[in-house]
């Protein structure tokens, strides 16, 4: 079933669990989403980033999202993750996407906020929520673009910015730079813990942890309990199912049935989500 944005960050805050958010820019990704959602009857977020676009356009694969949204006995929400503009949100909402990031956080603050204001008009038509994001994280959504692996806290986000970035804006949640970075890790990640703290507090809102990937068991449960409540997640789950069907290949060279392929795809996100979902929810 299709619940919002406001619904699953609630149920993060009453629980104290952090909400997965998962770009499925493929089928399988997609499925095993969903599946895990539902073996654990656990809200959920499926997402789909601008920069995925390549792979699958928002026009092909977000329908697909929806329906198998619609149709969970799991309540999931339906995302726009990093839409860069206007248009790229209501091209979500056009085909039944349910919630929305817009992501104008290399843009001058006014020009952000300008932006973020014009997405929340649009989302509040419809009476849906709106994510934005303040301060700059290293890397690139999908995993392509090598950022260093570690972070510069020049680009932290400034709690006093955000404060009044929410306050003037009237978005659901705020995607925060505090020591994440979008892909693999090139060294150990410096998570200003106290700094989510404080970002919470001043915002009155959930705060959004990009570059999900990669954490130690500890450092989720710590940041969710700052004040993080939706965590993206995206590139260790698609290096999960790489790696799968890697191994099968090594073991298996003469094969050559392709769905063999895409069914290990399938499970290795799933147990790799299971593993997240584990720790995120504390469900096993
Ligand atoms: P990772 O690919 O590092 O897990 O980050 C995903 C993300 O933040 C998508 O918005």
């Known amino acids: 079933m299709l619940i919002s944005l406001k619904e699953a960050l609630d149920y993060a805050e009453q629980n104290k669990v952090g909400i997965a958010a998962i770009?499925?820019?493929?089928?399988?990704?997609?499925?095993?989403?969903?599946?895990?959602?539902?073996?654990?009857?656990?809200?959920?977020?499926?997402?789909?980033?601008?920069?995925?676009?390549?792979?699958?356009?928002?026009?092909?694969?977000?329908?697909?999202?929806?329906?198998?949204?619609?149709?969970?006995?799991?309540?999931l929400v339906v995302h726009v993750d990093h839409g860069?503009?206007?248009?790229?949100?209501?091209?979500?909402?056009?085909?039944?996407?349910?919630?929305?990031?817009?992501?104008?956080?290399?843009?001058?603050?006014?020009d952000?906020?300008?932006?973020?204001?014009?997405?929340v008009a649009l989302a509040n038509e419809y009476g849906y929520g709106v994510e934005a994001e303040l301060g700059?994280?290293?890397?690139?959504?999908?995993?392509?673009?090598?950022?260093?692996?570690?972070?510069?806290?020049?680009?932290?986000?400034?709690?006093?910015?955000?404060?009044?970035?929410?306050?003037?804006?009237?978005?659901?949640?705020?995607?925060?730079?505090?020591g994440t970075?979008?892909?693999?890790y090139k060294a150990e990640p410096n998570l200003n813990y106290n700094l989510i703290s404080t970002l919470r507090e001043k915002t009155g809102v959930p705060i959004v942890m990009h570059g999900g990937s990669g954490l130690t068991d500890s450092e989720y449960r710590e940041c969710i309990k700052r004040g993080v409540a939706k965590i993206n997640y995206y590139t260790y789950a698609d290096k999960a199912s790489f790696e799968a069907v890697q191994n099968y290949l090594a073991e298996k060279p003469e094969t050559f049935i392709f769905s063999d392929l895409t069914t290990?795809?399938?499970k290795a996100v799933q147990q790799n989500l299971n593993n997240l979902v584990g720790i995120l929810y504390g469900k096993s």
């Not at 929305?100 to 290399?106: E, G, K, L, Q, T």
């Not at 952000?112 to 997405?119: D, E, G, I, R, S």
């Not at 970075?181 to 693999?184: I, T, Y």
């Open 23 to 75: 770009n499925t820019p493929t089928y399988e990704m997609l499925l095993a989403a969903v599946r895990t959602a539902e073996q654990h009857n656990i809200p959920l977020i499926l997402q789909h980033a601008e920069v995925h676009e390549p792979i699958n356009t928002i026009e092909d694969i977000g329908p697909v999202m929806v329906e198998l949204a619609k149709r969970s006995t799991a309540p």
């Open 84 to 110: 860069e503009s206007y248009d790229y949100v209501k091209r979500g909402f056009d085909v039944g996407f349910n919630s929305a990031m817009i992501d104008a956080s290399r843009l001058p603050y006014d």
């Open 112 to 119: 952000n906020l300008a932006l973020t204001q014009k997405v």
């Open 136 to 178: 700059v994280m290293p890397g690139r959504e999908d995993g392509s673009q090598a950022s260093t692996g570690t972070s510069n806290e020049t680009l932290y986000t400034d709690p006093d910015l955000a404060q009044s970035f929410v306050r003037d804006s009237g978005v659901t949640a705020l995607a925060c730079s505090f």
């Open 181 to 184: 970075v979008h892909g693999l």
């Open 264 to 266: 290990i795809a399938t």
